[in-house]
């Protein structure tokens, strides 16, 4: 199994402002994942971190809104940018080989947008 | 359109009896589901999973049974205990690279 190490764990932010999220695997995974969950919802797929390469956008996401760094096999980044209260939320990191076995992921980044 | 859905957002369930957790989903191509578990203010935690060729896979107490030609599948926990309370989220791949679909989620309660 993979440990998955997210930073911040929470912070509270004002409307306009940007926040990047880190997340660091303590091992070489070939796919990692940025999650949300917004109150009382189910995790929803923002994109996925390319190593190398540009993210990978699920419908309803953007690179302006979320850009996403994967400078390497074991670090990413999301950042939140033009934050408004709408973007509050759980921000889960997640990494893993295949799926069957179960990716892991981070403890999450509770962001709150005042 | 949710291709995977948790019908009950919770289950209330005294300690040392059955737990049993459901899920539906509407892709026929998915390849393989897992159940997660998440504790408040905690990333979800992986349990356990079923390859889409399997009816049936079983780890200690949690057994996920996977009815095909109803496209359900079940999470049961024998014997629930207070620490299994959380809220458990079905999860299902295979369908787009290793991309996750998650359900809704249903807050699992085990009363002592």
């Known amino acids: 199994s993979a440990v998955i190490s997210q930073k911040p764990s929470r912070d509270i932010c004002q409307r306009g402002t940007s926040l990047t999220i880190q997340c660091q695997v303590d091992?070489?995974?070939?796919?990692m994942f940025w999650y949300r969950q917004q109150p009382g919802q189910s995790l929803t797929l923002i994109a996925t971190?390319?190593?190398?390469?540009?993210?990978?956008?699920e419908s309803g996401f953007v690179i302006d809104k979320f850009p996403i760094s994967r400078p390497n096999l074991t670090f990413s980044t999301l950042t939140v940018s033009n934050m408004s209260p709408e973007d509050s939320s759980i921000y889960l990191c997640?990494?893993?080989?295949?799926?069957?076995?179960?990716?892991?992921f981070g403890q999450g980044t509770r962001l709150t947008v005042v | 359109d949710q291709q995977v859905k948790q019908n009950s957002p919770s289950l209330s369930v005294q300690e040392g009896r059955i737990s049993i957790l459901n899920c539906d989903y509407t892709?026929?191509?998915?390849?393989?589901f897992l159940w997660y578990k998440k504790y408040p203010a905690e990333g979800p935690t992986f349990l356990i999973s079923i390859s889409s060729i399997k009816d049936k896979n079983e780890d200690g107490r949690f057994t996920v049974f996977l009815n095909k030609s109803a496209k359900h599948l079940s999470l049961h926990i024998v014997p629930s205990q207070p620490g299994d309370s959380a809220v458990y989220f079905c999860a299902a791949g295979g369908n787009a690279g290793n991309m996750l679909t998650f359900g809704g989620g249903t807050r699992l309660m085990v009363k002592p």
């Open positions: 892709n026929s191509m998915f390849d393989y």
């Open positions: 997640s990494a893993g080989e295949t799926g069957a076995n179960g990716a892991f």
């Open positions: 971190a390319n190593q190398g390469s540009e993210a990978t956008y």
């Open positions: 091992s070489q995974v070939t796919m």
